[in-house]
């Protein structure tokens, strides 16, 4: 009886797309914080609270859909990845 290898098959974009992924949320939260240290100075602070209300809600919307190569790599077709 023939013996089965396990093949593990690791991706180089993984990496990657997790350290995207915690860009995004690091540069949310910078932004967030810049705005509430600078709150007073604003003279409409409603419109950056909507803002970043529209950010949050589409930063955790989106982020596990980006979270790994295969959410946004396109792998339909071996031709596709090919140049003409």
């Known amino acids: 009886m023939a013996k089965q290898v396990r093949v593990?098959?690791?991706?180089?974009?993984q990496p990657l797309w997790r350290a995207?992924?915690?860009y995004r949320?690091?540069?949310m939260l910078y932004a967030i914080g810049l705005f509430a240290?600078?709150?007073?100075?604003?003279?409409r602070p409603g419109i950056a609270?909507?803002?970043y209300v529209v950010?949050?809600?589409w930063t955790l919307a989106t982020?596990?859909?980006?979270?790994?190569?295969?959410a946004c790599t396109n792998v339909s077709s071996p031709s596709t990845s090919r140049s003409r």
């Open 63 to 70: 982020l596990p859909r980006v979270q790994s190569a295969v």
């Open 20 to 22: 995207l992924s915690g």
């Open 25 to 27: 949320v690091l540069t």
């Open 55 to 57: 950010l949050v809600v």
């Open 49 to 51: 609270i909507a803002f």
């Open 8 to 13: 593990i098959r690791m991706s180089v974009e």
């Open 37 to 43: 240290s600078a709150y007073d100075e604003f003279d």
